[in-house]
């Protein structure tokens, strides 16, 4: 029997990074960090639904707790002047005193803009969804979203696959579609993955997506590269 692994952390210590880096010096302030961490997640997934969020990164150290956000629209984020991430910055800290109300670390909020949206499957993932919700034709959203996908220069290969009561039908079923590779038993294939939902009126569609960008090499002699330290802050 084959076992289905998440692609990302089939690679990580290979050619992907933690998305928390941290140290708990005792079982305590772990139990406590990764309570933290889940709320920060579960609270901007929720709060940044439309800005084409794509991963939220906590790095932490004895005075600092510092949240990276990849956006592909951050003027959204960012608002006017800045004020939308004043806001966020203290609804973050306000949720974090409910879950830590002994934490007292200054938190930074950093945003980083994504150049090519088309390579990023969770941005992928969120234009898939938004044209269901707009009760377009899953087959025609699926058509459209991959042909722009593998039409960027870094792509090699996209899958995206929709699963529910598509059309409104009585019976829920799956439908994928696929243009070129996807390589999940290699390690060194750089391949992103996110699953994403569309709400309708009649239900729930889930989406997945995967996006290979070619093989991750630490230059042309060598075949892979190397595995590198996690970061850790203390």
Same mark, same amino acid.
């Given at each position: 029997m084959t076992h289905?692994?998440?692609? !990302?952390?089939?690679? @990580?210590? &290979? &050619?992907? *990074?933690?998305? $928390?880096?941290?140290?708990?010096?005792? $079982?305590? $302030? !772990?139990?406590?960090?990764?309570?933290?961490?889940?709320?920060?997640?579960?609270?901007?997934?929720?709060? @940044?639904?439309?800005?084409?969020?794509s991963s939220i990164e906590i790095e932490r150290s004895?005075?600092?707790l510092r949240v990276i956000l990849a956006t592909a629209r951050p003027g959204l984020v960012i608002g006017r002047s800045g004020e939308n991430v004043a806001k966020l910055r203290a609804e973050i800290a306000a949720e974090v005193r409910k879950v830590a109300p002994k934490d007292r670390r200054? @938190?930074? @909020? *950093? &945003?980083?803009?994504?150049?090519?949206?088309?390579?990023?499957?969770?941005?992928?993932a969120y234009m898939v969804a938004e044209g269901l919700e707009k009760r377009m034709p899953f087959r025609r959203v699926l058509k459209q979203t991959i042909e722009k996908v593998i039409a960027a220069r870094e792509v090699e290969g996209v899958r995206i696959a929709v699963s529910g009561r598509l059309g409104g039908a009585e019976m829920s079923r799956k439908e994928e579609l696929k243009k070129g590779r996807i390589p999940l038993q290699t390690f060194r294939a750089d391949i992103d993955f996110a699953h994403e939902k569309a709400h309708l009126p009649y239900g729930v569609i889930g989406i997945k997506v995967w996006i290979y960008r070619g093989n991750v090499y630490q230059d042309k002699k060598t075949s892979v590269?190397?595995?590198?330290a996690t970061a850790v802050r203390g």
């Open positions: 289905t692994v998440h692609p !990302y952390a089939h690679r @990580l210590g &290979i &050619i992907r *990074d933690w998305k $928390s880096r941290w140290f708990a010096a005792d $079982s305590k $302030s !772990y139990r406590e960090n990764v309570k933290v961490d889940e709320t920060i997640r579960r609270f901007l997934t929720k709060k @940044l639904r439309g800005t084409f969020t004895t005075a600092e200054t @938190l930074k @909020l *950093d &945003i980083n803009e994504i150049r090519q949206p088309e390579t990023d499957a969770a941005v992928v590269r190397m595995p590198e």
